[in-house]
T-cell receptor, first 116, second 112 residues
Framework: GAGVSQSPRYKVTKRGQDVALRCDPI?????LYWYRQALGQGPEFLTY????????KSGLPNDRFSAERPEGSISTLTIQRTEQRDSAMYRC??????????????FGSGTRLTVV | QKEVEQNSGPLSVPEGAIASLNCTYS??????FFWYRQYSGKSPELIMS????GDKEDGRFTAQLNKASQYVSLLIRDSQPSDSATYLC????????????FGAGTRLFVKA
């Protein structure tokens, strides 16, 4: 597609429910990144993929968070048993390079998650 | 110590002035450095990248990198009210793959 697409734009869920956030990167982009951004803060790294391989998941806060990119394109970030502290803007970004050098990212519009 | 540090601001400059935004980072195997602009309620957008020591100019923007001092800056010449935004400094480290760490951002206000 023309840009990075994230869905849903807004998600309100009850505490304890599971949620799945979707990211469709720019066509042909090798690298895909997930970040979380709190109000007034910079994006916080969660995890990233080159093709379908998860290269680094050191930023995932705990084992309730997981991500996959099974065919090297669309990615899903799943949060199980959501807690109120999970409320944030979740941002996806993609990059064409595959990790050999970094040309910067193109971000999607984000998913605003609210856990009530 | 945070890995990427920025003054949160706000930084206020008059229209037409030079805005200077600064960033320091931890000593790692740093590969590349970026400045992103984020308007309120929007996503970050890449405005500058720099990989080598020295200056890099692109229009009204100049990025400066000093690896010995672990310091990167962004100068905005002839600042316009439309430049009012949060500017995020980002550093890319080789951790066996590459990941980018962002600073908290500096809020810039350009007064007409």
């Amino acid at each position: 597609g023309a840009g990075v697409s994230q869905s849903p734009r807004y998600k309100v869920t009850k505490r304890g429910q599971d949620v799945a956030l979707r990211c469709d990167p720019i066509s042909g982009h090798v690298s895909l990144y997930w970040y979380r951004q709190a109000l007034g803060q910079g994006p916080e790294f969660l995890t990233y993929f080159n093709y379908e391989a998860q290269q680094d998941k050191s930023g995932l806060p705990n084992d309730r968070f997981s991500a996959e990119r099974p065919e090297g394109s669309i990615s899903t970030l799943t949060i199980q048993r959501t807690e109120q502290r999970d409320s944030a803007m979740y941002r996806c970004a993609s990059s064409p390079n595959g990790g050999l050098a970094n040309y910067g990212y193109t971000f999607g519009s984000g998913t605003r998650l609210t856990v009530v | 110590q945070k890995e990427v540090e920025q003054n949160s601001g706000p930084l206020s400059v008059p229209e037409g002035a030079i805005a200077s935004l600064n960033c320091t980072y931890s000593d790692r195997v740093s590969q590349s450095f970026f400045w992103y602009r984020q308007y309120s309620g929007k996503s970050p957008e890449l405005i500058m990248s720099i990989y080598s020591n020295g200056d890099k100019e692109d229009g009204r923007f100049t990025a400066q990198l000093n690896k010995a001092s672990q310091y990167v800056s962004l100068l905005i010449r002839d600042s316009q009210p439309s430049d009012s935004a949060t500017y995020l400094c980002a550093v890319n480290w080789d951790t066996g793959g590459f990941k980018t760490i962002f600073g908290a951002g500096t809020r810039l206000f350009v007064k007409a």
